[in-house]
């Protein structure tokens, strides 16, 4: 059963905005966004460019699309007033932002989006993909393989993540029971305790022992590599090939009332993503905090892992890589939202743990999720420009079968 969206003729009453504030774990303070740089485009006005683009993001490669359309000037070529992107440090902050309107595109995990449409009732589409793949489990030193995590805590962003919905389903495969508890609550030898970390703080957890591992976007597993504290024990996009695990979400009511604002935004991404396929080592660093935007506080070295580093030679002997045959990269950039994708992904969610009221999720047919959360319209038309779906290596009737295989 899908739930209506909030009426649109008015905002959040105070009572509703913190019942929806509820959904989330960990400091809900909006914290002062970083923007980098002070610059604000001065593309002429038109009727579909009555608003500026007002970009959240957090510091990691899955917002590489967003951030390189800002750098390139891919937006502003669309005629969009843009203003610098704005920073956030956690995933509660940026949707916080998102729900005061503080920004009007974000990417944001994908099954986040089905807890705040559906579990909140929160009026938002998601309108493309950001990209493919580019997460990873990583772990300690002393951790060899999945049953080596037994009695551990491990560390995921968010309860509404692919990351935790992927962990969970590799650690069932191996016969250990997952639980929630306090980081110093005692865990028996055949569980694994799942912890909400802000992506920052999960390599200093790791480095310290805290944690046994975390699951996450990269850069911060290439961190742990390079920093030497931790180490790849399986990626994400082994698991679930090829898997969106960010997506762009708008607000549904700027689809309907300035679609062709609208429209410029998702031809932007799309021309974005476009630009980025093979140029892989630019964009590292034009993202690195010495790139001319200091997008992000990461430096280029761990960036240039994050983006280009997936061997079948190197990752192979130690089971992160288990399918070359795949074909898979480390992250790619391609902006389809496959509907096979969202049913999939509903599926799995309505398996695994989350915190909070979830009989709205164990309610969800994932059918008609695919159809009523994802509004593909304005991307097909993005792709269509950019030379049609081969240029992202998509099939011409955008279908595709779900490949989920933990051994």
Known sequence: MIHPPFCQCCGLSRRQFLKLSGLFTGSLALAAGCRPGNETSTAPSSPANDQPLKIGYLPITDAAPLLIGHSQKFFEQEGLQVEAPTLFRSWPQIIEAFIARKVNAIHILMPAT?????????????????????????????????????????????????????????????????????????????????????????????????????????????????????????????????????????HEDDLKERPEWAQRVVNGLVASQAWMRDRRQEVAEILSKD??????????????????????????????????????????????????YTEKLVTLLQQTQVEGERTFLDQLSPQQVATDLVDDSFVRKAIAAKGGPAQFGLTPDFRRQEVFQVS
């Open 291 to 340: 790139g001319v935007g200091k997008y992000t506080p990461h430096p280029l070295p761990i960036l240039q892992q994050a983006l280009t580093a997936y061997s079948p030679e190197v990752y192979g002997p130690i089971g992160a890589i288990r399918h070359a045959d795949w074909g898979s990269d480390r992250i790619d950039f391609q902006p389809y939202p496959f509907p096979s």
């Open 114 to 250: 089905i807890s705040l449409r559906y579990g909140r009732n929160f009026p938002a589409k998601v309108v493309a993909w950001n990209h493919t793949n580019g997460s990873a489990l990583t772990v300690g030193p002393s951790v060899n393989k999945v049953e080596d995590l037994a009695g551990r805590t491990i560390a995921v962003p968010f309860w509404y993540s692919v990351h935790n919905v992927v962990l969970q389903q590799v650690l069932q495969d191996t016969g250990l029971k997952v639980v929630r508890r306090p980081r110093e609550a005692a865990i028996a030898d055949d569980e694994v305790n799942l912890v909400v970390l802000p992506p920052p703080d999960m390599i200093s957890a790791l480095a310290n022992d805290s944690i046994g591992g975390y699951i996450v976007a990269d850069p911060f597993n290439a961190a742990a590599e390079k920093r030497k504290v931790g180490k790849i024990l399986r990626f994400t996009g082994d698991v679930w090939k090829d898997h969106a695990c960010c997506v762009i979400f708008m």
